[in-house]
C-alpha cells in the first residue's frame, strides 16, 4: 500500500492523516493492559450513562449502551473488527516495524485478555474485571454525587 501513496496527491495526504487519527482515537486497544482496561472503562461508562439516559426517556437502548452487555465480548470484538485491522491498515501504510512490535503484539495480548475474561464467564465464574469496575464506577458516582 504504501507504495501506492503520493504525499503531493491531496487524497493521498487527507487518506494518510484519517488513518492516523483514527488510530489515535482508538489507541487505547494498543496500550499495556492496565492502562487500556481503565480506557475501556471510561468508554464503556459513557455508553451505560447514555443508555440509562435512553431509557430514561423511553427510547430504544443504542448498542453497547446497556449495562448488561456482555463486557468481554464486546471488548474483544472491538479489539479484533476495528483496532487490529485499523492498525494493521497503518503498518501496510506506513511500514512501522515498532508498531508491529508493540502496538500489534499488545492488541493481540489485549484480545486474550478479553477471551479470558469471556471463557470465564462463560463457565460462570467471577470476572475480575467486572469485580473492578463495579468498584470504580461505584467510586465516580459518589464523587460526581459530591461536586
Given at each position: ?18 488513518i492516523c487519527l483514527k488510530c ?124
Open positions: 500500500m504504501a507504495e501506492n501513496l503520493n504525499m503531493k496527491e491531496e487524497d493521498d495526504r487527507m487518506m494518510s492523516m484519517s489515535a482515537d482508538v489507541a487505547h486497544g494498543g496500550k499495556e493492559l492496565d492502562l487500556h482496561k481503565r480506557w475501556s472503562r471510561r468508554i464503556l461508562e459513557e455508553f451505560f450513562w447514555q443508555g440509562d439516559q435512553e431509557i430514561e426517556l423511553g427510547l430504544p437502548l443504542s448498542p453497547l449502551c446497556d449495562r448488561k452487555c456482555n463486557v468481554a465480548k464486546s471488548q474483544q470484538g472491538f479489539l479484533n473488527f476495528i483496532c487490529k485491522p485499523l492498525f494493521d491498515l497503518f503498518d501496510k501504510a506506513f511500514f512501522d516495524e515498532n508498531m508491529r512490535k508493540t502496538v500489534s503484539k499488545q492488541i493481540e495480548d489485549n484480545i486474550k485478555y478479553w477471551g479470558d475474561e469471556m471463557a470465564k464467564e462463560e463457565k460462570g465464574e467471577k470476572s475480575l474485571y467486572m469485580d473492578e469496575t463495579a468498584q470504580i464506577l461505584d467510586d465516580i458516582k459518589t464523587e460526581a454525587a459530591q461536586l
